[in-house]
């Protein structure tokens, strides 16, 4: 019997795949840096479905790493240990195996046991110094803790048993198997930023962006059950997914146009300019110029001087969009989790009150039993 390809390639094996494309959707001028990869994944038997992420192990930023290794004193030759108890360089460890990019307690604790003057984050662990210790590492690195207690000396195998594993991150996949059966289609945002007078930068966004170009990305395929298009291919379909949230629901277009899917789709898209932040617009203008996108509506939040988001767009089309929940419409949400989708479902509750003339609590109990139908589905990060 032969083996089953699809499970050689895993989280704990993931497949080296290799990046084909990488292509900027933000526009000059952009606050943003949103790009569009295309991931090679042939030859590997992995399997994915439309709603699901790829897992993607990143590696750190070998700059960082040379900042780091030169501010222990250590030239990175130094035998280690990684993650998984094999010997590797120090240099190694820290580009692939451990977090370099975020505090830790036992750093802390470990500087302070080697630098008395680093007493105060003795206080700062113990569950008393919980607001201070947050506060100390918002916007700070491995390298900021050294830096500021330069006495406190490590040898290479007592520093990386004070690091965190490096763990890899889920990005929505936005294209469908049906279009695409050998990539993997993401669309992902850079995280930089700048804190305490240093440039930061997201591991694995920046990765993606700056460095898999040439590098192999070991990938694997998350899978969603939750998040899957309505197996009844007449089913309608509103989604509503600012920034990055439009990934899996590109993917939900390409799946819903090759299956032949009779019911009707609503996007609810928002960036913050629509001249520099329209990501897919021409994918998305041919839909609807095909029939495939029923209805676009967009939200940019910048364009004017007061913020004009997705859930605006929802109220003022709550009889129509009621209407599509009243015909059996599933309602998807993707993108942030800390505010959108909160403000989002809220949205959804006001809709069903005015358009649908009920209560508050009639409202609760609708959206509820969208819920328990399984037709309002979340994908929030
Ligand atoms: C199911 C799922 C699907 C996802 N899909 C997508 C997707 O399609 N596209 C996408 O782009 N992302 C997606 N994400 C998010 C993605 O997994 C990563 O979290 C994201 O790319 C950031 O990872 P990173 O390694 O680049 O940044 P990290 O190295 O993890 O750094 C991010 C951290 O930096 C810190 N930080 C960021 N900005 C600042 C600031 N201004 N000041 C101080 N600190 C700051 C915060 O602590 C933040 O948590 C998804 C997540 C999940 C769970
Ligand atoms: N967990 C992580 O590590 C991580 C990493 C990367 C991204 N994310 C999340 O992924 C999301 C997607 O990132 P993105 O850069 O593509 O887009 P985004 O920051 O979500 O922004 C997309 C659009 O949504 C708007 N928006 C802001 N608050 C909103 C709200 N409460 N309701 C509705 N819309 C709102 C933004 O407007 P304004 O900006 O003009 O207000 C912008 O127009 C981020 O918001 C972020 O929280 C998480």
Redesign the pocket.
């Known amino acids: 019997m032969s083996a089953d390809p699809t499970a050689l390639y895993s989280r704990k094996n993931p497949f080296p795949a290799k990046l084909g494309t990488n292509r900027k959707l933000t526009g000059p001028g952009s606050a943003?840096d949103?790009r569009h990869f295309e991931v090679d994944i042939s030859g590997s038997g992995l399997a994915y479905e439309v709603g699901d992420s790829l897992g993607v192990f990143p590696t750190n930023n070998p700059i960082l790493v040379a900042e780091l290794l030169a501010v222990l004193g250590l030239t990175g030759e130094e035998p280690v240990v990684d993650t998984n108890g094999q010997p590797v360089t120090l240099r190694e460890a820290l580009s692939r195996f451990y977090v370099i990019t975020e505090m830790d307690k036992k750093l802390l604790s470990a500087i302070a046991e080697k630098d008395p003057s680093a007493s105060k984050f003795i206080a700062m662990v113990t569950p008393e110094g919980k607001a201070d210790l947050d506060a100390y590492f918002y916007g700070r690195e491995v390298i900021d803790a050294l830096l500021e207690f330069p006495a406190a000396k490590f040898t290479a195998e007592e520093f990386v048993k004070v690091l965190r594993k490096l763990q890899p991150r889920l990005y929505s996949i936005a294209s469908s198997p049906k279009a695409h059966p050998s990539s993997v289609h993401l669309t992902v945002?850079a995280?930089r930023y700048e804190s305490t007078g240093r440039k930061r930068e997201?591991v694995c966004s920046t990765f993606l962006s700056d460095r898999a170009d040439t590098a192999p990305v070991p990938v694997f395929v998350h899978s969603a059950k939750h998040f899957r298009v309505p197996e009844d291919l007449s089913t309608p379909v509103i989604m509503v997914g600012?920034?990055?949230?439009i990934a899996p629901f590109r993917a939900f277009l390409q799946e819903r146009k090759a299956a032949g899917s009779s019911g009707k789709n609503w996007l609810f898209f928002?960036?913050?300019k629509a001249e520099t932040d329209f990501l897919y617009r021409e994918e998305l203008e041919a839909y609807q110029a095909e029939g495939v996108l029923h209805e676009l509506s967009v939200a940019f939040?910048?364009d004017q001087a007061e913020?004009i988001?997705?859930?605006h767009r929802m109220l003022e089309r709550a009889a129509d969009l009621y209407a599509w929940l009243e015909s059996g419409a599933y309602f998807y949400i993707c993108?942030?989790a800390?505010?959108?989708a909160k403000?989002v479902d809220t949205a959804l509750h006001k809709v069903v009150e005015t358009a649908g003339g009920k209560s508050p609590e009639e409202a609760a109990a609708y959206v509820e039993e969208l819920k328990k139908s399984k037709r309002y589905r979340k994908d929030v990060?």
């Open positions: 943003k949103t945002a995280v997201g600012p920034g990055t949230g928002g960036d913050q939040s910048r913020k988001y997705v859930q993108g942030d800390s505010r959108m403000d990060y």
